[in-house]
């Protein structure tokens, strides 16, 4: 924990969670829920360098004025590639909020487990930029595990799988620790690039990531199961830029995911593998909690399931299971002491 800040267990009017992920931002606020949760965008005008907006806002100012606004994305794999547009993002969203008034804001926010000193720093610094006067890091996995109500101070293993758009995370939890852990700088970002890959290198044409991920969503799946099904995507010639139409078969689909279901699969393996005996019989008992919109992708469960030998179940709003677990932590900071200080190391 940084020095000079101060935990408590009371929960007061100025109190935000906040979870700054690779593709969607969402802001809970105590007794209020989630009053943010949009995309990790920010447009700014060309010639003031002013923020136009945030969020679908950004997506629509760029769409409407092309020539005046330019889209940012701040964050990258789970990590901070543009600390200035990162703060301004956090800003935007604090006023969006009504939080404008507020002088000290006391922040708890997430942080991907494989992020480094410097990566945890800059996400801190970011915030306390944006108008914050407190900022406690939270680890992912653990938040998620809060989120999803498990007991992470109990002494039996609650095992956890985050799944991102950046990254993909898998945590044994047990004691108020993380006891083992993997990382992967691969999610679902990954997953529509390779598709809008494959398109482009089968068919000719370019496709935008949204549509990769619509795609995806109705018809990509873990266990390549395809019934033979197909779908015609939207799209544009890679030289002319014609707009075409391509029929795309699920079996084409599947293959482009592959790769990195494979990773994502291997590091859940390799912590299971890592957990001391008594813990992995915990596991074995209870089972994996998937959560983050990575963790939709259809019949991603039984592929753990069948890969590992562990039952998998996909979170209820899997989505926003994190920020849950971060609203949680501020009504009992004191008690989770030792996880912000581990995770602002």
Known sequence: MAAGVALTSMVVGNDVALDVGTAVTRLAVPDRGIVFAEPTIVAINTRTGAVVDVGFGAQRAVVESPEHAVAFRPLAKGATVDFDVAARLIRAIFERAGFARFGRLRVVMSVPALATPIERRALRQATLQAGAGEVSLIETPVAAAIGNGM??????????????????????IS???????????????????AIATMLRQ??????????????KESMGSALALTNG????????TVGQGRPVTVEVLASELNAALHDVMVATVRIVQECLGDAPPDLAQDVLLHGLTLSGGHAKLA????????ETGVAARVAPAADSVVVKGLERCLEDMSSLHALFRNAER
């Open 175 to 193: 004691l108020g620790g993380i006891v083992t852990s993997r990382s992967l700088r691969l999610g679902g970002a990954d997953l529509d690039a």
């Open 299 to 306: 019949d991603f469960p039984a592929l753990l399931a069948r």
């Open 202 to 215: 089968r068919y000719g044409v370019v496709v935008s990531l949204d549509v990769a991920a619509s795609v």
């Open 151 to 172: 007991p992470i101070h109990e002494p039996q293993a609650s095992a956890v799988v985050t799944l991102g758009a950046g990254s993909s995370e898998v945590a044994i």
């Open 229 to 236: 099904q197909h779908v015609v995507v939207p799209a544009r």
